[in-house]
């Protein structure tokens, strides 16, 4: 069952929980790794172990759908089932896969699921096509590789800097690091990774893109940059 998707499932509802994970074992394509009602045993489970896709209420006494997000939002991937619609809006600025609204019935979860499976398979072609996918402004955007500049820290955000513009994703370094050819890229510090395809000039601790922009070498990063560069024996 390794090509399972691998779901948590969260509630502060028993039922709800119950109504969910017997949804998903309907499906051959899920694997439930977490069904409950515990939201510290649900961090610690997508904090040991590979999970692909999250279902969360919104409201929870210990701790609220939205704050749960912001820890696990960049390596996760979020179905949200609520019985208010006006949590809507604000979830998809998480951009999460879908919004199912409580009483959930049976096919309406299993076209969320087939819309996960979807856009995974798609992702997996993107990549193996040349392209990155990434989510930001509610919208997919698909970016060459060969188009990529060098993509820039900011906090809880990422800027990938392309020719001809730049976007905004919330992402982390070390996941889009993940998602990227590592013979094309290459992280040179804690907030750039560039493209070797567009490095003009090498200068001591700084490098040169084609586009005259100089990016930092960090020191933890200079034995990395160096070995990338030097010719193998």
């Given at each position: 069952?390794?090509?399972?998707?691998?779901?948590?499932?969260?509630?502060?509802?028993?039922?709800?929980?119950?109504?969910?994970?017997?949804?998903?074992?309907?499906?051959?394509?899920?694997?439930?790794?977490?069904?409950?009602?515990?939201?510290?045993?649900?961090?610690?489970?997508?904090?040991?172990?590979?999970?692909?896709?999250?279902?969360?209420?919104?409201?929870?006494?210990?701790?609220?759908?939205?704050?749960?997000?912001?820890?696990?939002?960049?390596?996760?991937?979020?179905?949200?089932?609520?019985?208010?619609?006006?949590?809507?809006?604000?979830?998809?600025?998480?951009?999460?896969?879908?919004?199912?609204?409580?009483?959930?019935?049976?096919?309406?979860?299993?076209?969320?699921?087939?819309?996960?499976?979807?856009?995974?398979?798609?992702?997996?072609?993107?990549?193996?096509?040349?392209?990155?996918?990434?989510?930001?402004?509610?919208?997919y955007h698909h970016i060459a590789f060969d188009s990529l500049l060098y993509i820039e820290a900011l906090k809880d955000y990422i800027r990938i800097h392309t020719?001809?513009?730049?976007?905004?994703?919330?992402?982390?370094?070390?996941?889009?690091?993940?998602?990227?050819?590592?013979?094309?890229?290459?992280?040179?510090?804690?907030?750039?990774?560039?493209?070797?395809?567009?490095?003009?000039?090498?200068?001591?601790?700084?490098?040169?893109?084609?586009?005259?922009?100089?990016?930092?070498?960090?020191?933890?990063?200079?034995?990395?940059?160096?070995?990338?560069?030097?010719?193998?024996?």
């Open positions: 069952m390794s090509s399972a998707v691998k779901c948590l499932i969260l509630d502060d509802e028993p039922l709800a929980v119950k109504l969910v994970a017997d949804y998903a074992r309907q499906l051959s394509e899920l694997e439930v790794v977490y069904a409950g009602t515990q939201v510290y045993q649900a961090m610690q489970v997508l904090q040991s172990q590979p999970v692909d896709l999250v279902f969360i209420d919104i409201q929870m006494p210990e701790l609220s759908g939205m704050e749960f997000m912001r820890h696990f939002n960049h390596r996760h991937h979020f179905i949200i089932t609520s019985a208010y619609l006006e949590y809507a809006l604000n979830a998809f600025e998480f951009q999460v896969v879908d919004f199912l609204l409580k009483p959930i019935v049976f096919n309406r979860f299993k076209q969320s699921i087939e819309k996960f499976i979807q856009w995974r398979l798609n992702f997996t072609r993107a990549a193996e096509s040349g392209y990155l996918i990434v989510r930001a402004d509610r919208q020719n001809e513009k730049a976007i905004l994703v919330w992402e982390n370094m070390k996941d889009i690091l993940g998602r990227l050819p590592s013979q094309q890229f290459l992280r040179i510090h804690r907030s750039y990774i560039i493209s070797t395809q567009q490095i003009k000039l090498i200068e001591s601790n700084r490098i040169q893109l084609t586009n005259s922009n100089w990016l930092p070498i960090g020191e933890t990063y200079r034995k990395i940059v160096s070995d990338w560069f030097s010719p193998s024996a």
